[in-house]
């Protein structure tokens, strides 16, 4: 097996662990909102580290993070496959995360790839499969995106879904509040040149394209399971694309993370 490491553009993917979610009080309404997530206490997680090294033997290839799932691994190990068929590779895929199912959070074998390659270089004929972000209420959650790599003596698995998500239903911000909240905002960003000012116009941003999904907001200890507004921001009237996408929370108007598009 050889390996090959890599810096990871999304650097947490993390879930929550049943009894280990605090749900602080913002109205009475969602006094469950947000769902917290914290790290597991030592001895507990020792205990579940070691149960986690036992299943997963010499066939499966994962890494448990702090808060007992499947995390990111510091570099993806690679292999061969004889499998020649795409549907193959991805069903020992879905297999593998099923047989996880308690560090992945993947319960269903329905769960959607969003790619399947075979690997063809020098000493490497394994395949990739990378399944979508999860869908959960039917709101998209954002980084959750599952990566595995199948050789015919392993599989690896990075990534996990979450569970245990409160979505608020009452006291939520519309559309139109967003919108208003966000007009003169500025951000500054950089792309092949000096600081640059985006200003936020009536203009770029439309109202029917905003959709409401779930976004994790990494903290130092904690990951928050936040509801928010995903707003795409044009450049301009016209622009088919958007150029970032604001994320707003929809009981509390907070932005609570901006992903530029692009790149410079």
Same mark, same amino acid.
């Given at each position: 097996?050889? %390996?090959?490491?890599?810096?990871?553009?999304?650097?947490?993917?993390?879930?929550?662990?049943?009894?280990?979610?605090?749900?602080?009080?913002?109205?009475?309404?969602?006094?469950?909102?947000?769902?917290?997530?914290?790290?597991?206490?030592?001895?507990?997680?020792?205990?579940?580290?070691?149960?986690?090294?036992?299943?997963?033997?010499?066939?499966?290839?994962?890494?448990?993070? #702090?808060?007992?799932?499947?995390?990111?691994?510091?570099?993806?190990?690679?292999?061969?496959?004889?499998?020649?068929?795409?549907?193959?590779?991805?069903?020992?895929?879905?297999?593998?995360?099923?047989?996880?199912?308690?560090?992945?959070?993947?319960?269903?074998?329905?769960?959607?790839?969003?790619?399947?390659?075979?690997?063809?270089?020098?000493?490497?004929?394994?395949?990739?499969?990378?399944?979508?972000?999860?869908?959960?209420?039917?709101?998209?959650?954002?980084?959750?995106?599952?990566?595995?790599?199948?050789?015919?003596?392993?599989?690896?698995?990075?990534?996990?879904?979450?569970?245990?998500?409160?979505?608020?239903?009452?006291?939520?911000? #519309?559309?139109?509040?967003?919108?208003?909240?966000?007009?003169?905002?500025?951000?500054?960003?950089?792309?092949?040149?000096?600081?640059?000012?985006?200003?936020?116009?009536? #203009?770029?941003?439309?109202?029917?394209?905003?959709?409401?999904?779930?976004?994790?907001?990494?903290? %130092?200890?904690?990951?928050?399971?936040?509801?928010?507004? %995903?707003?795409?921001?044009?450049?301009?009237?016209?622009? #088919?694309?958007?150029?970032?996408?604001?994320?707003?929370?929809?009981?509390?108007?907070?932005?609570?993370?901006?992903?530029?598009?692009?790149?410079?």
């Amino acid at each position: 097996m050889k %390996k090959y490491f890599f810096i990871p553009i999304l650097l947490f993917f993390t879930s929550c662990h049943e009894g280990e979610i605090s749900t602080p009080s913002d109205s009475n309404a969602n006094i469950s909102y947000p769902t917290i997530l914290r790290p597991l206490a030592k001895p507990f997680f020792d205990s579940v580290q070691k149960t986690f090294q036992q299943k997963l033997g010499t066939s499966y290839i994962a890494k448990l993070d #702090s808060f007992g799932f499947v995390g990111h691994l510091d570099g993806i190990t690679r292999g061969k496959s004889n499998v020649s068929d795409k549907m193959i590779g991805i069903a020992k895929a879905k297999a593998a995360i099923l047989y996880l199912k308690e560090y992945t959070n993947v319960y269903d074998s329905s769960v959607e790839v969003k790619y399947a390659k075979k690997t063809i270089s020098p000493g490497i004929t394994d395949w990739e499969v990378l399944f979508k972000n999860q869908v959960y209420a039917g709101l998209e959650v954002w980084d959750s995106a599952i990566l595995t790599i199948v050789a015919d003596d392993f599989v690896l698995i990075d990534g996990h879904y979450y569970n245990n998500i409160f979505i608020p239903h009452q006291n939520i911000i #519309s559309r139109e509040q967003v919108k208003a909240n966000l007009l003169g905002q500025k951000y500054e960003f950089y792309c092949w040149g000096p600081l640059d000012t985006l200003i936020i116009t009536d #203009s770029l941003i439309r109202i029917e394209t905003m959709e409401q999904c779930i976004y994790p907001l990494i903290k %130092k200890n904690t990951v928050e399971l936040r509801v928010v507004w %995903k707003v795409p921001i044009y450049t301009y009237s016209g622009s #088919s694309s958007p150029m970032w996408y604001y994320f707003v929370d929809i009981l509390t108007g907070e932005i609570v993370a901006i992903r530029q598009l692009f790149i410079c």
